[in-house]
């Protein structure tokens, strides 16, 4: 389901409702009011003349149920400033997510909910996704979200690894990125309370990147089993027993999970387009099994 969309077309409905209100309905509603009010002054008045009381409250009570909204108009243009708040909030500045699978273990677990910048990409139209306005591209190590180009649908979230034009070689789980080795540090075993198996635990450098945790399985073989033959740009890449090497496209990226072993990314499906990027996850604000987690990550 496209909440995107959803969330666009109730914004249309409602704002018509709310200018129709302001322009027509709300104008016919006073005058309706004046008329009644009129009609009402000119009874009191009569009544006055045989010593009858006035009766404000009833006036007042007039003019209220004149005023009111019909109930399909005051529930539709009443929340249009609120939908409309939100659908800001979402398109152009950050969208929330909740992370359903382990490939990006350990920097992101299950059960975190993120937030994701949608700006420091550029400014792209809702629902389309088009950019607009080109403020910055993503960087090598950046978390990023993206809907995954197999089916568009779904949003993936994965780590950048290769921007345009750069050579990535994935040999017996060691990157290199144009001819530059990554950088490691062992950490002490990763127990996967999911899988309940520990994973090696290392902390990885990239070229000219930002550092971060990634876990291999010492029981996993390290060339790539089961790829796709047909993603587009399939000729950059090369396989080989030990891993593979590509070079990223123009306007593609090139993703990784953390959890190396257990990430479907872009050695099996192939590159990202920039066309399909939804942002830039930057901070974890809710953990309901563990609120240690909430913070900025990198």
């Known amino acids: 389901m496209n909440f995107a969309l959803i969330l666009f077309v109730l914004v249309v409905v409602t704002g018509i409702a709310w200018v129709a ?12 009011a004046q008329s009644a009010l009129a009609e009402f002054d000119a009874r009191q008045a009569e009544l006055q003349r045989y010593g009858q009381s006035d ?3 009833s006036r007042s009570r007039l003019a209220e149920e004149k005023l009111r909204q019909p109930w399909w108009l005051e529930y ?9 708040a939100v659908f800001v909030l979402r398109s152009f500045v950050v969208e929330p997510f909740k ?6 273990i350990p920097t992101l677990l299950i059960g975190d909910f993120i937030l994701v910048n949608k700006y420091d990409y550029g400014i792209r139209l809702p629902v389309i996704n088009k950019k607009v306005l080109d ?4 960087q090598r190590g950046d978390v990023m979200v993206f809907r995954y180009p197999k089916d568009e649908s779904l949003d993936y979230i994965k780590r950048v690894i290769g921007v345009p034009g750069d050579v990535v070689s994935y ?14 540090a062992p950490l002490p075993d990763y127990l ?9 635990h290392f902390r990885e450098k990239l070229p000219a990147g930002p550092d971060h945790g990634i876990l291999n399985d010492p029981d996993r073989p390290a060339y790539v089993s089961g790829a796709d033959p047909d993603f587009p740009f399939h000729e950059n890449c090369t396989y080989n027993q030990q891993g593979l090497t590509c070079k990223v496209p123009p306007g593609h990226y090139f993703v990784m ?23 830039k996850a930057f901070l974890i604000w809710m953990n309901l099994g563990n609120f240690g987690r909430i913070g900025s990550f990198k």
């Open 135 to 138: 403020i910055g591209e993503p």
């Open 55 to 57: 009766l404000d409250h």
């Open 192 to 200: 996967d309370e999911e899988r309940l198996a520990y994973s090696k």
């Open 171 to 184: 040999q017996d789980k060691r990157l290199t990125i144009n001819g530059k080795p990554a950088e490691y």
């Open 76 to 84: 539709s243009a009443s929340f249009f400033p609120v939908i409309l």
């Open 257 to 279: 999970g953390d959890n190396r072993d257990n990430s479907l990314d872009s050695r099996y499906w192939g590159f990202v387009p920039d066309r399909n990027i939804v942002g």
């Open 99 to 104: 992370i359903p699978s382990g490939s990006m």
């Open 21 to 32: 209100d302001k322009l027509v309905f709300e104008k016919q509603r006073r005058l309706a």
